[in-house]
């Protein structure tokens, strides 16, 4: 029902215009809400989410689903607290074991996915639950590593020059490589052909398991590289670290416009959605409005986006 | 009925042997002292899996069951403390349910919108609106009229399995023997296919999620009459119970397949892992990690039986 001559605003407008809004309502409304310190804080505390959905994008742009990352970040963060604490190893090599960890589910996911060629979202709701549990267990469900040295500590605490935390160059780093590998590469091109139509790419040459597991892969080592991230921030490695982070990642890329079904989707869009989620949260604390009216919020949002998407020719044909 | 039993044969061969090491190790989990409180205990969940197995037949999954349950049960126990009778609050629940349900049926069938992204926004709004308003305090002091639905406990314990293993039933013969049973596997199976031969399909999707809804209310009462009162979290993480136990019970995630003995026994299955860990002496927190291996066996088992295939 789109009119001729008025082309409708692009997913990424509309959440550019979203994230407008939301600055200037904050700004009003929020104490320090526009000050330097707190956009330099929202990167610090936003990072592991931000790291989740970029490396969930592709995965859904290629017509898949992952909901394991946040339990395979808990089962990460374990990881890397018993490999320093009980098995001694120096943090830096406990922090690859954490980044190995991850890339280890990730393989998981990929080899059931890519081989087995099983649905990713069975795969990955019994990895959710398999990831999860294997944290629990390591931990008997109570046991909290703390007490990590002060140089790991300062990866997730520290500052750069200016005051800039060490999480902002990260996160640009992830976001730039993203979007090199999905827009500038022609991994992007195949995972969007195999989400267009998986068939369809297999005959046309797109080596269609090595992609999907390829982006399976990436989205745990992400996973890995957030808990380093985490533990490192909050000081203590936990079984329920990263809880409900699938649920935050699966929201930010839809909001981002990208499509279930695949094939189409954009990082610009992934990670403007996650900013307007994020600074969502930062700015209803600061206005001191309660953490559960934030989550409401963000359900509203993912169903106004949907709403209207589904308005100008919908999610799925 | 046969393609019924014959998808429920490998679930029903993995409980076949819990039962037995369990009979062998553990005799003490067969007295009617430990069934009845773990029958009751599944009862709710059975009756929520039920209704998942008929929308994921559909081709469609809801995720937001969970706190719909807590809405439910959280709404009960207030109803219940305001002195309205039992007979008045349990269908109320039913019908707060069924709203529940319907919402997300009009946004995913209404609009054509996916049933998974719709209902991970509602799980949030309604956990989260939950959240806000009971602030963590439990609904307590629940009047004893309700409690085993006014039965006593040894009776009402079977009494709640009953109800449960009622529901299943009608369930199973409504998806086997009416018409709507049979468009919900035609819509599922094929919805173009279905849609040219005239079958209503988004009606069928939109009554799905509303059968979950409805069934879920009804859980919700029969979990309240366990307990003398209402955790607002209730409910927390029974999405992910229940649409595993329709998955190794053999329904397909890709819609058109599913009975209900299977997804029955998926239920137990997954039920019976908590306190067979308890009785063989292994720490509760592999119960999770058992959980998921299983959910992964089926997947695996599932490819195996269809080589070949290509999964779009």
């Known amino acids: 029902m789109r009119r001729p001559g008025i082309p409708a605003p692009s997913r990424e407008t509309l959440l550019a215009a979203l994230l407008i809004v939301e600055g200037a309502v904050f700004s009003v409304t929020g104490h320090g809400f526009a000050s330097l310190d707190n956009v330099l804080g929202l990167a610090r505390l936003a990072c592991e989410g931000g790291l989740l959905a ?133 991994c992007g091109r195949e995972w969007r052909a195999i989400g267009f139509s998986a068939e369809g790419a297999l005959h046309a040459g797109v080596p269609v398991g090595r992609r999907r597991l390829q982006a399976h892969l990436l989205a745990g080592v992400a996973a890995g590289v957030a808990a380093v991230v ?45 900013a307007v989620l994020a600074v969502l949260r930062n700015g209803l604390q600061l206005s001191d409005q309660p953490a559960e009216l934030a989550g409401i919020l963000t359900g509203v949002v993912l169903l106004g986006v949907l709403v209207l998407g589904a308005r100008r020719g919908g999610q799925r044909g | 009925m046969s393609t019924d039993l014959r998808r429920a044969r490998p679930v029903a061969l993995v409980l076949g042997v819990l039962a037995v090491i369990l009979a062998v190790t553990a005799p003490g989990f067969f007295s009617r002292a430990q069934l009845a409180p773990f029958l009751a205990g599944t009862a709710p969940v059975l009756v929520v899996a039920c209704g998942m197995a008929v929308l994921m037949v559909t081709r469609e999954v809801d995720v937001s069951v969970g706190s719909q349950f807590a809405l439910c049960s959280v709404l009960l126990g207030l109803l219940l403390g305001e002195g309205c009778p039992p007979a008045l609050g349990i269908p109320a629940a039913v019908a707060a349910g069924a709203l529940l349900g319907a919402v997300n049926g009009a946004l995913a069938a209404g609009l054509r919108l996916p049933g998974l992204v719709v209902t991970l926004g509602t799980l949030a709004i309604g956990r ?80 799905a999620f509303t059968l979950l809804g409805a069934l879920t209310g009804l859980a919700a009462a029969l979990n309240v009459a366990r307990f003398t009162d209402v955790d607002p979290k209730t409910g927390a993480g029974l999405e992910m119970q229940v649409i595993a136990a329709a998955l190794i019970g053999g329904v397909s995630i890709e819609g058109g397949r599913g009975g209900i003995l299977g997804v029955s026994l998926g239920v137990l299955l997954l039920a019976a892992l908590s306190p067979a860990l308890v009785f063989l002496g292994i720490p509760p927190e592999w119960e999770r990690v058992l959980q998921g291996a299983i959910v992964l066996a089926s997947v695996a088992g599932g490819t195996r039986r269809a080589p070949g295939r290509p999964t779009p």
């Open chain 1, 54 to 186: 970029l490396a969930l994008a592709p995965v859904v742009l290629a017509g898949g689903i992952d909901l394991s990352l946040g339990s395979l970040l808990g089962l990460s963060s374990v990881v890397l607290g018993l490999l320093w604490r009980d098995a001694g190893w120096p943090w830096p090599w406990a922090a690859a074991g954490a980044v190995a960890c991850g890339a280890l589910g990730g393989l998981v996911n990929a080899v059931a996915v890519a081989r087995l060629r099983a649905n990713p979202l069975i795969v990955t709701l019994g990895t959710l639950s398999l990831f999860r549990g294997l944290a629990e267990a390591l931990t008997r469900g109570v046991d909290t590593v703390t007490g990590f040295p002060a140089a790991f500590l300062s990866l997730g605490q520290g500052a750069l020059a200016g005051g800039v935390p060490v999480q902002a160059p990260l996160l640009a780093a992830a976001l730039a490589g993203s979007w090199l590998l999905v827009h500038r590469h022609r």
């Open chain 2, 128 to 207: 989260e609106a939950l959240r806000w308003a009971r602030e963590g305090r439990f609904v307590q002091d629940l009047p004893p009229s309700v409690q085993w639905l006014g039965l006593g406990q040894s009776l009402g314990q079977w009494a709640l399995a009953l109800a449960a293993l009622a529901v299943a039933t009608a369930v199973s013969l409504g998806l086997q023997g009416l018409m709507a049973g049979r468009w919900v596997h035609a819509a599922g199976s094929d919805p173009a296919a279905a849609a040219t031969v005239g079958v209503p399909v988004r009606r069928v999707t939109f009554g």
């Open chain 1, 230 to 274: 985490q533990v490192s921030r909050v000081g203590q490695a936990k079984a329920d670290a990263g809880t409900g982070m699938e649920l935050l990642a699966v929201t930010a890329v839809v909001l981002g416009g990208t499509h279930l079904s695949g094939g189409q989707g954009s990082i610009a869009g992934t990670f403007l959605g996650f």
